[in-house]
């Protein structure tokens, strides 16, 4: 279990996806909902990110489908370093997987893209980074378990 969060932080959410404007619209989103974003185009980045920043971040957002290690593959990789970590998947295309194999990969939700409810999705993360704060980070580049 995390500490809480102190008085004013930010709880902390890392988002890989290839598409940079997936990934500079959930960061300026999360961003004004009151979360730190840290962004990677991929999931190698996505794990030295998470290597550099682990302590501040609480939950990350994968894409499904990315050149490379893709979201099942970088989840993986993450819990390799911390198995507690907290995630959840985004997909348009989940490429074969079906939304019980990535809840099983360790995922805790599955948003699908293009998002109808980015209000639901700054909920579920802020809930999901619990007490995780990103002290000091100015921000950088359905229902539980079910499919949304």
Do not use: C, N
Not at 7 to 26: F, H, M, T, Y
Not at 80 to 94: H, V
């Amino acid at each position: 279990m995390r500490d809480p969060l102190p008085d004013g932080a930010k709880p902390g959410v890392l988002v890989a996806d290839d598409d940079p404007q997936v990934r500079r619209l959930l960061a300026a989103y999360l961003g004004r909902q009151g979360l730190a974003v840290w962004t990677a185009g991929g999931g190698d980045e996505a794990v030295e990110l998470y290597r550099r920043h682990r302590d501040a971040i609480g939950v990350v957002l994968l894409d499904v489908i990315m050149p490379g290690r893709d979201g099942p593959a970088t989840l993986a990789a993450l819990r390799r370093i911390d198995p507690g970590l907290r995630a959840a998947f985004m997909t348009a295309d989940s490429g074969g997987y079906s939304g019980e194999e990535l809840l099983a990969a360790g995922a805790e939700r599955v948003f699908r893209k293009p998002f109808t409810a980015l209000s639901e999705l700054a909920e579920a993360l802020r809930g999901m980074a619990g007490g995780v704060a990103a002290a000091g980070h100015g921000g950088g580049h359905g229902r539980g378990g079910e499919v949304s």
